[in-house]
């Protein structure tokens, strides 16, 4: 039925679908409640050598049950804001090891050989030793992250 439609026509409702599928759900009031998270993160005391990631996985969940993992892009400045639906909402309710990439040169499909300005430590939630604790009733959180090159 929709392919007899003028295609302005078929344009417009496919552009309503997507904004009803990628963009609803994160506005949505029944999004469980997350706790602001930011930060810098620094590197032997200085600034980081580049932008990168933080991933934050989950260990165990909030009192209601729920958990799930977020993200974190942080600039050339260290500086970034955790997400967990949409960008800067911060995380639920939970307890989290984090893991953190930031790439001299990032893995890739060309067969260079990959370089972390990082230590081998911080590329692994387990070992990073690196863990964040969220309250259901917290304020905001500043969390700074301070690494070491060794």
Do not use: H
């Not at 993160?41 to 996985?57: C, E, S, W």
């Not at 977020?70 to 260290?78: C, P, S, V, W």
């Not at 800067?88 to 990439?101: E, N, P, T």
């Not at 990959?114 to 604790?133: C, G, I, R």
């Amino acid at each position: 039925m929709i392919a007899s439609c003028p295609a302005k026509t078929r344009f417009v409702c496919c552009l309503a679908f997507w904004f009803s599928m990628v963009l609803l759900p994160g506005c949505s009031s029944n999004s469980p409640k997350c706790i602001r998270v930011s930060g810098t993160v620094r590197l032997d005391g200085a600034k980081v050598p580049g932008p990168g990631f933080i991933y934050f996985t989950t260990e165990a969940t909030g009192k209601d049950g729920t958990s799930r993992p977020g993200t974190a892009a942080f600039d050339a400045d260290g500086k970034y804001k955790a997400a967990t639906f949409v960008s800067g909402d911060g995380l639920m309710a939970g307890k989290y090891l984090l893991r953190l990439d930031c790439w001299k040169t990032a893995p890739n499909m060309e067969g260079k050989p990959v370089v972390s300005f990082l230590a081998q430590k911080y590329q692994n939630a387990t070992t990073s030793d690196l863990e964040l604790t969220v309250q259901p009733d917290a304020q905001p959180i500043t969390f700074d992250i301070e690494l070491t090159s060794k």
